[in-house]
Every structure is written in structure tokens, then in C-alpha cells.
């Protein structure tokens, strides 16, 4: 079994900055990706960035210059450290890893409990 567990979120002004941090731990296993996704009241969860095992990255267009996700290989963790911050980015994050899990043999993906971030003066 695999725990992914998010800090970060919180109450931030328009313009404003906040760093989620999604750490993963648990049996072992070989991690694929990991990414974040959103979900604002009465819309569906979307993606907002995610990294591959090799670096990759990929940005929903509308974070694209604001947001940028890393990763530190060696803690099995990442990071979304979202800048210029809007009231439309106000939702609830998600922590998301794609991994190949050493004990179960098989490729799976977890999610974490989920962050809140407002955005608001």
C-alpha cells in the first residue's frame, strides 16, 4: 500500500504565491508520474500539471508561466509552486502518482486527500 500525503494549501490575495508538496511512502515501488489535478465546486476534476519519471512536463494552458510542478526523485515527492495567483485557480488540489507497485506486481495510481487553495481578497 502506498500513503500520499499533500501540505500546502491555504487562503492566498489575488497575485499571491503558494507552494503543495505531495510526498509519497508506503510499500515499494517504481514511480511513473506524478502531477496535480484540481476540482472547483460543481466542476469536474481537471488536470493542472504533471511530470514524468524522465522530466517531462505538461501544464493545463491557462497555469502555463504561473504554475511549474518538480519533482525530487530521491524523496519520492512533488512539488506545484503556483505564482500569479488567480480567484479562478481556487479549487481543491489533488496529489497524483502513477507508479509500477514492487510487491503487488502490478501499475496503479493513488491519490492524495486533497488541499484547499482559495484565491481572495
Known amino acids: 500500500q502506498v500513503q500520499l500525503v499533500e501540505t500546502g494549501g491555504g487562503l492566498v490575495q489575488p497575485g499571491g504565491s503558494l507552494r503543495l508538496s505531495c510526498a509519497a511512502s508506503?510499500?515499494?515501488?517504481?514511480?511513473?508520474?506524478m502531477g496535480w489535478y484540481r476540482q472547483a465546486p460543481g466542476k469536474q476534476r481537471e488536470v493542472v500539471a504533471e511530470?514524468?519519471?524522465?522530466?517531462?512536463?505538461n501544464y493545463k494552458d491557462s497555469v502555463k508561466g504561473r504554475f511549474t510542478i518538480s519533482r525530487d526523485s530521491a524523496k519520492n515527492t512533488v512539488h506545484l509552486q503556483m505564482n500569479s495567483l488567480k480567484p479562478e485557480d481556487t479549487a481543491v488540489y489533488y496529489c497524483?502518482?502513477?507508479?509500477?507497485?514492487?510487491?503487488?506486481?502490478?501499475?496503479?495510481?493513488?491519490w492524495g486527500q486533497g488541499t484547499q487553495v482559495t484565491v481572495s481578497s
Open positions: 511530470i514524468t519519471i524522465g522530466g517531462s512536463t
Open positions: 508506503g510499500s515499494r515501488f517504481s514511480i511513473n508520474a
Open positions: 497524483n502518482v502513477n507508479l509500477f507497485d514492487l510487491v503487488q506486481f502490478l501499475r496503479t495510481t493513488y
